[in-house]
């Protein structure tokens, strides 16, 4: 009893002595405990069973989980390494001083206990106390009707927590064991004093890992379709990563050696004492660095594409949907609109609504015959639907339908045309096409209900025609083997008196009846496509599937960012130490301490700011195919996302410069006690 | 002139949050002249280390000054110290001090790159001290894969490479061998022999028995000091020896 009490208070002071250490994973600790809880506990929340699209959110949530769980394994594992590596001389003295190898094992169970007891309770205290709040914001989020009733404490959720962690400490504890038993005392004295290898340069690791780099940019840049960007992306992600590795680890060492061997470079007092330095940092941190760096990427990555979702979808949201119902009949261009269709489909929309005891409101729509194909020096060329830089989508209106929909009262030349874009911001004063014709343009600022969700992949040209019957009979003339790159469409819009749950169930009742009579008989050839929507249910879709995408980027950009922070903060402190001497040394030999404080600060800022740039590069690369996502999500706002980017790097930059301020004191502190 | 003079040095070490405060030198005064080769003794605690400290301006003496070449290193500013250490001073230390971070020729170039010197001419330099310490081969290892005495004699180099007015010397055999130690020792004989004035402090009679005179310190103050005159190693190694039993005592050794 005596003798466990005595074992007890040695690892408290231990961890106490060390708290410089010990807080900060202390803190991280917790902070994933805490994580780890609140997406347990909101991937099972009731709201989610109350919201429509509850269960996407809920799949993402529990995503979001798996890859929190894995990533606390691997980091709280790694940087536990650092700290027990630091303890290991202590131990080695309690070892020389008679303490048998069985007694240390006791302190360090007793260290990991305390360690262990204290994240999950801070973790999960806190976890408990914020889940509320954070249930509430997921419900804002997701644009939730109801609150439901909540329990304070969510036992699987904290069972699955405490389950989770306690097998990370016990690895860990093992691993510090495996440390301990292998090693003699004088070992364990002589676990920091090794003497370092010096770093030689690999340089065909460097030119494999250059060469990885370029290749997956050469593929981030190439890919333009955007359904083979969201399905290449992650081989990218992963081909990114490898290369960053070995980048930092190789390629830095190569670089240093590189100058060492200019030797009217390195000879100077400037760069002597940095580049030889760095050469053997990087060795030691390059994997630390690239951890960095890969974690910013990702956080830049998931906080601008889902921030620029949520943004961008829900404009699109209004322009695609602008009323509260939206029916379309699409034709294969060839076979042109069918009327009798059209009208029944209009009479059977009315007798519906009747039924659903409302009248229509707001009625619009017409006729819209759109076209496939690319857009190139004013020439637009009809072709198959393809993705590059040059596809587009014209959209071609007959002036009549347009006077009909907004109400004005144009007239057109034969030769003059008005027109509108979406998703590019194309201006010219004539455009042809190809075979066709050739208008003279003139510019529109109107939003036509005539839009199917599938325009949202491309930039948009809709062009308003006198004759647009004449047009497409020559186009049907020009190109005899007109197939699907083109459709004639029929757009039927309104607005009715009926609460959101009405206009989904009148959406239902329309859609139902419309395949139960009309379906069979609009065209049997199958080219004929119909939808029906309703912005009610589309919104709420939306707002399940992009906020609860934006969340779970919030909260894993949370853990990536306090991961990011605990590991720099880890490099200042191991590298204070190490310099401590380093400093003392150039100081006997005659380097005075501005010269000493110049060299260390250029290179503490080169090797802090060396992932950032990365990260950087790396986003700049990753933009062409992140856009090419967001397409397949049916957002092409280039715009938006380069500022959605921008703003988060600089946003991420100056949190970065925050803590390399806050570090590079404690940093100061250390060498300068020497 | 002398080269190097010690007047009166005092240094008292205050704690900085009260305490008792320590006298670790009372009053040191000697002078060391051009090509001279002068080893300082005495017991830990002694005032040895303050005393090197001192002359090598790495610290201030409370009264009392130090002049080196004519110029009193008090009045030297702060901010020129290090330079005027560099081109005047040369160092060897005990645990060698060599930068694990830089191969050993890069460790030798270190104080010349520190004053701007052309890269021509410290290979120049560097090719007959290299020679003269047997380290040419040693020059692209780093610290870690050589040995002790390697080490040292590198650093000899490092101090050496500056063409100082006066190399100064801490217990420079203290981390050695005994062979790796007469192998130091000899080095230091040798480029005594050809000009360099050394000052060497140390507590190995061993070491002391080749200098050409021994100052012994106690309790902060210069206790006697001999003259090796015309005495080969073993005879003044006994003598030094005779000394330091009285030491203790406090009787007077003459």
Redesign the interface.
Known sequence: MKKTLFYFRLAAQGLKKNYRLTLPWLLAASGMTLMFYLVAFLSDSDMLTVIRGGDTVRVLLALGRGVISVFSVIFLFYTHAFLIRRRMREFGLYNVLGMRKIGLARVLLWETLMLAGLSLLIGLGLGIAVSRAAELLMGHLLHAEEITAFSPIHLPAVTMTAILFLIIFALIYIRSLMTLGKSTAVDLLKTEAV????PKANWSLALIGSLLLIAAYAIALTITDPLQAVVYFFGDVILVVIATYILFVAGSVALCRGLMLN??Y????RH?ISV??M??RMKRNGAGLASICILCTMVLVMLSSTLCLNIGMRENQMVLYPRQEDVSLSWDIGHGWDEEAIASTRELIVEEAKKAGTGLKQVSGGRVAELYGTLARGVFTPSDLVFNAQSHQLSVVSLQEYNAITGKNERLNPDEALYMTRNTSWREKKLAVENVGEWTLRFVDDLLPLHSAAASLLPVITLVVPDANGLLATLKAAYPELSPWGYCSWFYVFDTELDEAGQIALRQAIRDRFVEEIRASAASDGSFSYSFTSAAANLSDFYSLYGGLLYLGVLLSVVFLAATVLIIYYKQLSEGFEDRE?FS???????????IRQSVNAQVLTVFFAPLVMAGLHMCFAFPLIRRMLMAFGLANAGLLALVTGACFLLFGALYLFVYRATSHLYYQIVSDS | MALLEAQNLKKVYTPRFGGQSVQALTDVSFTVEEGEYVAVMGESGSGKSPLLNIL?A?DRPTAGRVLLDGVDLNLIKD?VI??F???HLG?V?QDF???????VR?NI???L????RD?RE?EKRLRPLARRLRIEELLDH???EVSGGQKQRAAIA?ALITEPRLVLADEPTGALDSRASDELLSVFSEINREGQTIMMVTHSARAASRAGRVLFIKDGKVFHQLFRGADDYDRMYERIHDTLILLPSGGDPA
Do not use: H, W
């Open positions: 003497g370092e290898r010096p030797k009217r390195y000879y100077q007092p002597f030889s330095s050469a053997f380093r040394i150039m100081r006997k030999v005659g380097m005075t301490r501005d010269m | 090598a790495l901010n290090a330079d250490r560099r081109d160092f230390f001090n060599l930068l694990d971070t830089f191969s890069d170039f270190l104080p790159v520190l004053a701007g890269s410290m780093y610290p870690y490092r």
